[in-house]
C-alpha cells in the first residue's frame, strides 16, 4: 500500500494499538487525523507528534475527506461517524487489515499467543536493533527506551505484537510467525479453546512462504497448533523435545540466567533483567528468533541483557515508609499467577506481597471466574476491587465478590474485597509495614492509585 500523501483518520486512536499504527502511517507520508471518545497518554503523544485529535466521534471529522478511514475494533458498525463514511463512499478497514497493509512493505515478524506478547515483542525489537537492522517496531505498551510504543526504523525488517482479540490476526501475513501460547480469552469472541486453536492453526498457515514458525513446546496447545499447520516451524522452551532448550534457569530479585542448547551449541549464563521463569521462555523464543536470522551469540547476549522492561509490566512506581510499590498489566488468570510467583521474589525474607487486584470486562470474569479463584496463592494478602467495565454492561451474577468467595474458598487465608476505589489506599495504610511490596494488578485504571498509596505512606 501506497502511504505517502494519503489521507487517513482513525477512529479509535487512542488505543494503545491504534496509536502507533497512526504514528508509523504519519512516519511513512501518510495525512493521519485521529479521534476517539477520551484523551489519554497516546492521544497527547500523538498531539506532540503533529497529529490532529479529535474529541469523540462526529460526522464533521469527515469534513476533510480522508481517502481511508481505519476503526478500531471497539467502535460499533453503527456509529454514526463510520456509517456517514461509508455512505459517502470512503473506504473503512479495519485495525489489522491497515496493519497488515503497512507490514506488507517489510519483511515481516509478527508475536502472537495469549499472553508475553508484548514483552516478547520488545526482546524480539531490542534483538534487531542491536544487531544495527533498525526495525520498525510496534508493541502493546510503552517502551522507556523508545519512549513510544513503536519504532518508525529504515531497516528492512518490521516487528510487531499480533493482538488475537477479535480474530482479525488471520489478515496478517508475517515472514516469520512467533507463537508464544494458546490460553482461554476473549471468549466472548471465540466461544470455546477449540475455536481459538483453530484461529490460531490458521494464523501460523498465513506465514509467507519460505519463512519460518517459531513456537513453544512446553505449550500443549501450541504444540498442537504447530504441528497441525504444517508451516516449517522451530520450537524452543524448558522441557524436553525442543530445539531451543533453556536449563539451568536461575532466578532472582534483579532478572534470570539461564544456558540454553541451540542445536548442537551450547550458551552459558544468558541473562535478562526481567523477573521470572515466564520471562526466561519469552527470551528463549528470541534466541530461536536470532537463530533463524543468524545472529550472533553475542549481539543476542547485549540484546537480552540491555533489554528493560516495558511499561506496566511489573514496573516499580516507588518506595515509602519501607513499602515499595509496583503495577502491572496482567488481568488473566495465568498473568497473575505467574506475575505474583515472580514478585514473590522481591519480597522474600523481607516482607509480605500484597496483591490489588481489578478485574477488566464482565465477560472475562464470567468466563474464567474458577480460574481467578485459584490463581492468587502467591500473595500473602489479596485486595479484589470492582470490576473495570470497558464499557460493557453489567452480568447478573458476575461480581468482584464472588471472586473473593472463590479465593477464600480455595483456602487463602487473606483476601478482602474492597469494591469502592477510594477505600483502597486507606485499606492498605491500616495494616502494611515496612518490607513489604505492594502490587497493583489489572488492565483498567487501578495502577493510578500509585501516586495516592506512595503519598498516603
Same mark, same amino acid.
Not at 484523551?39 to 500523538?46: D, G, I, T
Not at 488471520?170 to 470455546?192: A, K, T
Not at 473495570?388 to 471472586?403: D, Q
Given at each position: ?45 500523538? #498531539?506532540?507528534?503533529? %497529529?490532529?485529535? *479529535? &474529541?469523540?466521534?462526529? @460526522?464533521? /471529522?469527515? =469534513?476533510?475527506?480522508?481517502? +481511508? ?102 489478515? #496478517?501475513?508475517?515472514? %516469520?510467525?512467533? *507463537? &508464544?501460547?494458546?490460553? @482461554?480469552? /476473549?471468549? =466472548?469472541?471465540?466461544?470455546? +479453546? ?109 540484546? *537480552? ?153
Amino acid at each position: 500500500m501506497k502511504t505517502e500523501g494519503l489521507r487517513v483518520h482513525f477512529m479509535g486512536v487512542a488505543g494503545i494499538g491504534m496509536s502507533a499504527i497512526a504514528e508509523l502511517a504519519a512516519s511513512r507520508g501518510a495525512i493521519v487525523s485521529g479521534c476517539d471518545l477520551a484523551a489519554n497518554e497516546n492521544s497527547e503523544r500523538l #498531539i506532540a507528534a503533529g %497529529i490532529p485529535f *479529535l &474529541l469523540g466521534h462526529s @460526522r464533521s /471529522h469527515l =469534513e476533510g475527506v480522508p481517502e +481511508l478511514l481505519v476503526y478500531s475494533s471497539a467502535v460499533p458498525a453503527d456509529n454514526p461517524e463510520l456509517a456517514a463514511a461509508r455512505r459517502a463512499g470512503i473506504p473503512t478497514i479495519s485495525r489489522s487489515t491497515m496493519l497488515a497493509r503497512l507490514m506488507e512493505e517489510r519483511r515481516s515478524i509478527g508475536v502472537a499467543g495469549t499472553h508475553g506478547k508484548t514483552t516478547t515483542s520488545w526482546l524480539a525489537a531490542k534483538l534487531l536493533l542491536e544487531a544495527g537492522l533498525d526495525p520498525a517496531v510496534m508493541v502493546g505498551g510503552v517502551v522507556p527506551e523508545l519512549g513510544s510504543n513503536y519504532h518508525a526504523g529504515d531497516g528492512e525488517w518490521f516487528v510487531t505484537e499480533v493482538d488475537e482479540s477479535d480474530g482479525l490476526l488471520l489478515e #496478517i501475513r508475517p515472514e %516469520i510467525s512467533l *507463537l &508464544l501460547n494458546v490460553d @482461554r480469552d /476473549h471468549m =466472548e469472541h471465540y466461544g470455546s +479453546l477449540e475455536e481459538i486453536e483453530k484461529t490460531f492453526v490458521q494464523y501460523v498457515m498465513n506465514t509467507r512462504p519460505k519463512g519460518c514458525v517459531i513456537g513453544c513446546g512446553d505449550d500443549e496447545r501450541a504444540r498442537r497448533v504447530l504441528e497441525a499447520a504444517g508451516s516449517r516451524f522451530v520450537t524452543y522452551g524448558l522441557g524436553a523435545g525442543v530445539a531451543v532448550r533453556g536449563f539451568n534457569v536461575r532466578l532472582n530479585a534483579i532478572g534470570s540466567t539461564f544456558d540454553v542448547f541451540v542445536g548442537d551449541r551450547e550458551y552459558r549464563d544468558l541473562r535478562v533483567t526481567l523477573l521470572g521463569e515466564h520471562n526466561v521462555q519469552n527470551a528463549l523464543a528470541v534466541v530461536a528468533l536470532a537463530k533463524e536470522l543468524g545472529i550472533s551469540e553475542d549481539v543476542l547476549r547485549r540484546a *537480552l541483557e540491555a533489554a528493560g522492561g516495558v511499561r506496566r509490566r511489573m514496573q516499580k512506581r516507588g518506595e515509602a515508609g519501607g513499602v515499595v510499590v509496583y503495577d502491572d498489566y496482567g488481568h488473566h488468570p495465568t498473568e497473575l499467577e505467574t506475575t505474583l510467583r515472580a514478585a514473590k521474589l522481591l519480597v522474600e525474607g523481607r516482607g509480605r506481597l500484597v496483591a490489588v487486584f481489578q478485574p477488566h470486562r464482565y465477560s472475562r470474569t464470567m468466563h474464567l471466574l474458577e480460574e481467578f479463584g485459584k490463581c492468587f496463592a502467591a500473595a500473602d494478602h489479596v485486595v479484589v476491587t470492582s470490576i473495570y467495565s470497558a464499557n460493557e454492561a453489567p452480568i447478573e451474577g458476575v461480581s468482584s465478590a464472588r471472586i473473593v468467595e472463590l479465593v477464600s474458598d480455595s483456602g487463602h487465608p487473606s483476601v478482602q474485597y474492597v469494591p469502592s476505589r477510594k477505600n483502597i489506599v486507606p485499606h492498605l495504610t491500616s495494616f502494611l509495614t515496612p518490607g513489604d511490596l505492594v502490587l497493583l494488578l489489572g488492565a483498567g485504571d487501578v495502577w493510578e492509585l500509585h501516586d495516592e498509596l506512595l503519598g498516603r505512606l
